[in-house]
């Protein structure tokens, strides 16, 4: 205790004051530094310090320096296990970490003279045992964690993980997060195909191995699988309906196309013969996808032909058909089939058109058995 009068003052006195730097701790976990480390002041010099750490129930224990800074070779840690030297610690070493199995460090902490860095700190602890109730289909590993260290958290196959996939084992075997839970996945219903169909579903839950299956519209082709299966994400990519396309047309001469944007099944195009052109053939044509899927023009192509060219007039047979049709120009062989239960009254079965625009024979004609 200090005690002044009100008469006289002096210039005083300091008082400088060293704790030992020997310590032994049996705690089992803390953190320890080096002196003046925590106020931060440098080490002073020549140190000879003496750390014991036990654990009284002898628990696997981890010894972390986080952070080292010594004169390189002088100012030395030495770390051991019981008696046997694990490493000797000097200079800016990367973060550095031991294990003892028996609980047991003994450090010595040894400076010269001249030159005082920083100092270092480290932690030490025993391990983390994962016996914390868990929710159904968890997977953990590991089950016992050291210090410093995680453990890994998984769920079974079919189930989502809610909460953090790992959880750190802090000081004193104490965990940072609590355990995660796993819940059932669950896709709900599949969405709709675009020009598609939903044919069946075998499950919404991911665990059953659930799947939607689809198929296309006639007229259309899968891009993708036609089987959707239920994920951790939800149902899975759907496929895509593509409209099959008949070829594209060529160009008409001395006319017009009038076309829709795609060449797609049942689209139906139009000719057109400029003036002064009339059309030989279909006027309209559609796309016609088969049962194979393939695509193709229900008529041939037309012509636009100048309209001083003769042609013959289309041939209408009762009770038959024919292979052409609208105006035919000349030279073109028109045949003649006529329907089940009917048959030809001549020798013939086909005519030309000819040069004045006629048919060279008269055109054939269909007769039943009681005509």
């Known amino acids: 205790m200090l005690t002044t009068d009100l008469y ?20 089992g976990f803390g953190r320890i530094t080096s002196p003046g480390y925590s106020t931060g002041n ?5 140190l000879r310090c003496t750390v014991a750490l036990r654990d009284a129930l002898q628990r696997k224990t981890t010894l972390i320096f986080h952070n080292f800074d010594t004169e390189e070779e002088f100012d030395t840690v030495k770390v051991y296990n019981s008696t046997t030297l694990l490493k000797t610690l000097s200079g800016r070493p990367n973060q550095t970490i031991f294990t003892s199995h028996n609980g047991e460090f003994h450090l010595q902490f040894q400076t010269d003279g001249r030159v005082s860095e920083s100092g270092w700190n480290a932690s030490f602890s025993f391990g983390c045992n994962d016996n914390r109730s868990h929710s159904a289909h968890t997977i953990t590993t590991p089950g016992w964690v050291e210090y410093g260290q995680s453990a890994n958290y998984s769920c079974d196959t079919g189930y989502r993980l809610v909460g953090a996939s790992h959880s750190y084992c802090d000081m004193g075997g104490v965990w940072r997060t609590d355990p995660p839970t796993c819940k059932l996945i669950y896709c709900g219903p599949p969405e709709p195909l675009a020009n598609g169909v939903l044919l069946n579903v075998t499950s919404r839950y991911m665990k059953d191995r659930g799947t939607a299956n689809y198929s296309c519209l006639h007229g259309y082709t899968m891009i993708g699988s036609e089987t959707v299966p239920c994920t951790e994400k939800g149902w899975g990519k759907l496929p895509e309906c593509a409209g099959i396309e008949c070829p594209k047309l060529k160009p008409l001469p001395n006319g017009r196309t009038l076309t829709p944007y795609f060449y797609h099944h049942l689209r139906r195009v139009e000719f057109v013969c400029e003036r002064g052109f009339n059309l030989v053939g279909n006027m309209y044509t559609e796309c016609i996808v088969n049962s194979s899927r393939m695509a193709a023009w229900s008529s041939p192509h037309p012509a636009c032909v100048a309209d001083i060219e003769p042609f013959c007039k289309e041939i209408i047979v009762l009770n038959g058909r024919v292979n052409q049709t609208g105006p035919i120009r000349l030279g073109q062989f028109v045949h003649v089939t006529c329907n089940h239960g009917y048959q030809l009254n001549g020798s013939y079965d086909g005519v030309i058109c000819n040069a004045s625009g006629v048919y060279d024979k008269s055109i054939p004609k269909c007769y039943g058995k009681y005509d």
């Open 42 to 46: 440098q080490y002073p010099a020549n």
């Open 8 to 27: 006289h003052s002096g210039q005083g006195f300091n008082v400088t004051y060293q704790k030992g730097c020997d310590v032994t701790m049996t705690t």
